[in-house]
């Protein structure tokens, strides 16, 4: 014989057997066994469940000895690994977003193009407002002199031959908002004008921006920003940018004329330059906050496992590769969110919305995945009704654990159960009290008997599987 039968160890946790046998052996070769104590060690971590046979015997009496069965869990191996994991996750999650935050948006700068231009005699001038780059049409046109149409048309006040150049304020008033409001300079002259195209151009790094002067009979003095009327944008911008550009005439100092350029950063998207976050930044935050969200899962599920003792170490890497798929999974949302599939594409552009819709994924993840899997139906015309599929049934559990004896002895100090449908790492329940149990096999478990149990002792005793399936209640006495 040999004592224990069965034991169930986490890592470096150690065991002393007892047996009539002279010589073991170990089978497979995981952990150490010290033949003079007959102590039994397990590995310091244990990663994988799994089990190890203890065999004792003696050569000279092949009846003495027997084989016990050491169950190796992981879940204190997990435990450890994820106490560090997800803290250090957790705050790089948190350091990342700080750090990429746009922050708050500049408020709407409201422009005229363009912001200075010379009038000569018969000569006319055409103006726009723009918002953040953006067109804007809802704003009141106004001139210190001269006439302007509610387009922003404006037609110089006449000058006699020989008089003086005059100067003249167009103003843009924004309608929603009128203290908001922006103003152009117009020399009046009654010679040549002065005029400086493209009024409003957009560079990125080391692009080249052609300028073009012109008004008639004049000698244009180009800047040292762009000299023979070729912008070079700088070879790094690190945030978007005005960049005013002017000219003179030399044979009329006073006549002037300005056009600007927009600086773009790399990480901005070219066809929404109003946008005031970049497409980088945005799909950034779209997958942090979707493992943050897959974390705040995660550690949800891990608690209420381990505070119901169910936890199965197998779900490791499940819990070790959740965010990585919170995150992916919150990129996909995101696009739908840009497309329009999902929500206002619209508000796909504000950081506070991409942050609050990855992190719902994440955390809810799959709810996520039917509503996905509603727009790819929707998209496509697919209806899939096999029940197989992604949530449309529920995923299979074990069957019902059933008590067929269950004998407590006080000269033994154990509780044997007998029955059918164990399953590992279950919870038996004595007198409604969560017992230390011996997984020996699928039809077989062993608890201790407290210290002190009288002989005659009514048990009620019942077994929970870790999916929460419990046996019916078996009532027993504890005898001799």
């Not at 000219?247 to 006549?255: A, E, L, S, V, Y």
């Not at 004998?407 to 449908?421: F, K, L, P, Y």
């Amino acid at each position: 014989m040999i004592e224990p039968a069965a034991v169930t160890l986490a890592g470096n946790e150690s065991v002393r057997f007892h047996s009539d046998g002279t010589e073991w052996a170990l089978s497979p070769d995981k952990g150490t066994f010290n033949s003079r104590t007959r102590t039994y060690k397990s590995p310091p971590l244990v990663w994988n469940s799994r089990k190890v046979f203890l065999t004792a015997y003696d050569p000279a009496n092949p009846g003495h000895g027997g084989t016990a069965e050491i169950n190796l869990v992981s879940s204190l191996s997990w435990l450890g690994l994820l106490a560090v994991y997800w803290p250090v996750m957790f705050v790089a999650l948190l350091l990342w977003g700080w750090a990429n935050w746009p922050g708050t948006p500049a408020p709407p700068l409201l422009m005229v193009n363009p912001p200075a231009v010379t009038v000569g005699k018969g000569q006319t001038q055409q103006f726009s407002a723009s918002l953040n780059d953006v067109p804007e049409l809802d704003v009141t046109w106004s001139a210190t002199s001269g006439v302007i149409t509610p387009n922003g048309f404006f037609s110089p006040p006449a000058l006699a031959d020989g008089q003086k150049d005059q100067t003249v304020t167009v103003t843009a008033t924004r309608n929603s908002d009128k203290t908001r409001a922006a103003s152009a300079i117009v020399i009046v002259s009654p010679g040549p004008g002065l005029f400086l195209y493209p009024a409003l151009s957009h560079a990125r790094r080391n692009d080249t921006v052609p300028l073009t002067g012109d008004g008639g009979n004049v000698n244009i003095d180009w800047p040292a920003t762009a000299p023979n009327g070729r912008y070079a944008a700088p070879n790094r911008i690190d945030r978007r940018q005005w960049v005013n550009i002017s000219i003179t005439d030399k044979n009329n100092p006073g006549h002037v004329a300005g056009a600007r350029v927009l600086l773009l950063p790399d990480s901005e998207n070219s066809r929404a330059p109003g946008s005031p976050t970049g497409d980088n930044t945005l799909l950034g935050l779209a997958l942090a906050a979707g493992a943050l969200g897959a974390w705040l899962a995660s550690v949800k599920s891990f608690v209420s496992f381990t505070g119901t003792r169910s936890f199965v170490p197998s779900w490791g890497l499940f819990y070790l590769f959740r965010p990585a798929f919170g995150a992916g999974l919150a990129l996909v949302g995101h696009m739908a969110h840009a497309s329009g599939s999902i929500g206002s594409a619209a508000s796909a552009a504000d950081p506070k919305v991409v942050v609050f819709y990855s992190a719902l994924i994440g955390l809810f993840a799959d709810e996520a995945l039917q509503k996905l899997h509603d727009v790819f139906c929707a998209l496509f015309g697919v209806q899939d009704k096999r029940t197989d599929k992604m949530g449309e049934k529920a995923p299979p559990t074990g069957p019902t654990p059933a008590i067929t004896v269950a004998n407590a002895s006080v000269a033994t100090g154990h509780i044997d159960i007998e029955g059918g449908n164990f399953a590992s790492l279950p919870t038996v329940l004595v007198n409604n009290v969560a017992k230390t149990v011996t997984f020996i096999n699928d039809k077989k478990l062993r608890v201790a008997l407290d210290a002190g149990t009288a002989v005659g002792a009514d048990l009620e005793i019942k077994v929970r599987n870790p999916d929460g399936k419990e046996s019916a209640v078996y009532k027993t006495k504890v005898k001799a």
